[in-house]
């Protein structure tokens, strides 16, 4: 079989570098190019350990976008240069996997309230194919546009969504805290992420306000069949990578922990990438340079709360790892293609 040819474009940002590492050893994809500004110029293998034909490959300026050769693109751009330049790559017939939220919501009113710009192409948003396969598969085989899910809506949406599908848990009043790593801020220069700034220190921000928000909604609504208002608290901690969620759900009259954890089992009992482990065990170092997500369970009988846990590296299966699942899905490829031999 002839490997796929694939670029990225966005090659330096913390995203862009794990998708060069998982790609250039994917064993049915040839890279192609690799776009990057701040690298244009240089060798691959002057950045990263990468050997062969993908070491060899010089990075190139993203003015250079509308001319690539490649059938596929994955986009590890901000969601406002990929909104711009998805709809072009796709009149020239080349499909396209977008890591930013450019495409992941329906609703294209959302964009000014929650991105800062008006979409430039609303269309689109109806055709975008969600890439989470664990909460839906259907339409991946084959799409022209996928909206890679974000970080934050896979941890939570892969540990909420099964008791709201069963039935187990209220739809209304979820409250959530994410812990997460510095490098889901993107690779920025910037006093507030500065060591001398993050070190020994927690930090919630963007209360009530946090951009992924509608998209954990919409995504625990996809994959559980209905969601109200999340409360949402991201919390920024010292370390470089992860994520580990804790989510409060109100358990419906009769429900034991025995059900949860039925639910929870039943529903990854098939998928390679997510294991349920005990709720207690669920840890961020279990999971890190991996494409899996951990998610685990316990009840809070005397409060009548599920208390669900998860964990995930933000740039492999928040990121790159899940974009590689998606592309694989695309391009009928099986999902664990280039992405079985990474180990924590």
């Not at 901000?78 to 329906?106: K, N, Q």
């Not at 309230?113 to 396969?133: D, T």
């Not at 890190?288 to 669900?308: K, S």
Request: hydrophobic share 45%; with cysteine.
């Amino acid at each position: 079989m002839q490997p796929h040819p694939v670029a990225i474009v966005g090659a330096s940002g913390y995203s862009g570098l794990e998708l060069t590492r998982i790609l250039a050893r994917h064993p049915a994809v040839r890279l192609t190019a690799l776009l990057s500004d701040r690298w244009a110029g240089e060798k691959v293998a002057s950045r990263l350990p990468v050997d062969g034909p993908a070491g060899a490959l010089q990075y190139s300026a993203l003015s250079g976008a509308d001319r690539l050769d490649a059938e596929l693109v994955l986009l590890a751009t901000p969601a406002e240069a990929s909104a711009d330049l998805a709809p072009r790559l796709l009149a020239r017939g080349v499909r396209v996997v977008d890591i930013s939220g450019a495409f992941r919501l329906r609703d294209p009113s959302a964009y000014p309230l929650w991105y800062g710009f008006e979409h430039p192409a609303p269309a689109l948003l109806a055709e975008a194919v969600y890439g989470l396969p664990e909460l839906g598969r259907d339409g991946l085989r084959g799409a022209r546009l996928v909206a890679n899910a974000g970080c934050y809506a896979s941890t939570v949406a892969l540990a909420v969504a099964p008791f709201v599908r069963a039935g187990l848990v209220e739809a209304d009043g979820i409250a959530v805290t994410a812990l997460s790593g510095v490098s889901g801020a993107g690779r920025k220069a910037s006093d507030e992420y500065s060591f001398v700034e993050v070190a020994d220190d927690l930090r919630a921000y963007r209360l009530g306000k946090h951009q992924h928000v509608p998209e954990i909604e919409q995504t625990v609504a996809r994959g559980g069949g209905r969601c109200g208002p999340i409360s949402f608290t991201p919390v920024l901690v010292p370390i470089r990578r992860g994520i580990l969620s804790t989510a409060h759900l109100r358990i419906r009259d009769g429900v034991g922990a025995a059900d949860l954890a039925s639910a929870l089992e039943s529903a990854y009992a098939s998928e390679p990438f997510v294991k349920v482990r005990p709720a207690d065990k669920v840890m961020v170092k279990d999971v890190l340079h991996t494409n899996r997500c951990h998610v685990g369970v316990a009840l809070d009988a005397r409060a009548r709360v599920a208390v669900a846990t998860s964990a995930l590296d933000n740039l492999v299966k928040g990121a790159a790892g899940s974009a590689t699942q998606a592309m694989n899905a695309v391009l009928g490829l099986p999902e664990t293609a280039g992405l079985d031999l990474l180990g924590g």
